[in-house]
């Protein structure tokens, strides 16, 4: 579980196209950490464009990986 804080930090990436590397870098943090801590933030890639959504903005249709609507 992560501290309040490094949620609030994560959820700044909301409607972004931020890497990995470059969130790690920003929340020092592990690359490898990067995604646990944005899922716990409520945040999620877009499958299509790597943009950063709230989880519940994704759908994913007929065993389609999570889109935003911007790419569905």
């Known amino acids: ?6 949620k609030d930090a994560a959820q700044e990436f ?3 196209c931020a890497g990995i590397g470059e969130i790690a870098e920003r ?13 716990d933030a409520g945040l999620e890639r877009c499958s299509d464009c790597e943009w950063w959504w ?4 994704l759908i994913g249709d007929d065993g389609r990986p999570a889109t935003c609507e911007s790419c569905r």
């Open 54 to 57: 709230w989880v519940g903005e």
């Open 14 to 16: 909301e409607g972004t």
């Open 27 to 39: 929340l020092a943090v592990d690359e490898d950490q990067v995604e646990d801590l944005m899922l």
């Open 1 to 6: 579980m992560w501290p309040a804080e490094m």
